[in-house]
């Protein structure tokens, strides 16, 4: 499993032998929890975050689901809101070149999971966090207080792809999870039974809050971010409050970051094709093809379409069509 279970409390024992349970697709079993499923690790991770955490009116919180393209929008908002500290390009000791972007903001629920008592009030201010927790379930003070939130989403059927060969990946060691079929995959994550999901509750809940307060909630797709990453990294900037200036618009700045974070220059760094996190995940599990529309490659029609028909109905009348 990607957290094992050997951290959890008794509190959390209690609590989930009272929750609807899942088999998942990560090795542990999953939990419903205010609607949507988690794994034990990541629950008690959540739990304590609502408990514990307090924003501020700086904090900038990443959101995304789990294959939604967490990795690079850590990378990019890094970047962007370190890029007086840390030049882009830089004499080679940009902290992106050596280090997992994974690593460079913590992760909340992960890292409530494993030292609940973690002091967020260290962190360089503005403090940059992520989450893959739904808007419903954020932490009060996150929704209070005037912090800002970046939420980034994908395309379902490459979501559901990028997360079943992630699962296969860590399932190596756990041979039960590579013989879930993905018939059965794709039949889980149509109900909703996905880790983060229901995907689609996941995505309208943060795209209706972006409707409803623009300056609070940027929401963005992976499609845009691939199609336009100088625009709408101009975008969150401005969003942020650290818009680029007219300079280095002219000095190139805005590329610069962009071409750092890409799937080529992350992908092909020693740190991400050799490291592992602490958990004993692979750097390189994180970068896996980074394209848009790949999902064909694993996907049969008949499978697509039950998705498509899935994500149709769901997104109905929303205005949000992938
Ligand atoms: P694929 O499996 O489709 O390749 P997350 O970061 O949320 O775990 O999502 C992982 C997905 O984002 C993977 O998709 C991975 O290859 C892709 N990815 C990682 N870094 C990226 C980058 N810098 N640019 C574009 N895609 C990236």
Redesign the pocket.
Known sequence: AFLGDELLTQETRDLISSLPKEKGWLGSEMYQFQGYWHTQALLQGLLTCQKRFEAKDSDIILV?S???????LK?LVFSLVNRHKFPVPSSGNHPLLFTNPHLLLPFLEGVYYKTPEFDFTGLPIPRLMNTHIAHRSLPESVKSSSCKIVYCCRNPK?MF??FW?FGKTLAREETTDAEFPIEKAVEAFCKGKSMSGPLWDHILEYWYASREDPNKVFFVTYEELKKQPGVVLGRIAEFLGCGFTDEEIVQGKVEEIVNL???ES?SNLEVNRQGKLPNGTESKA??????TG?WRDTLSESLAAEIDRTIEEKFHGSGLKF
């Open positions: 995304t789990p294959k939604s393209g967490t990795t690079w990378a490459d792809v990028s060969h974070c890409s799937f992350l994180f970068f896996r093809k980074g394209e790949g």
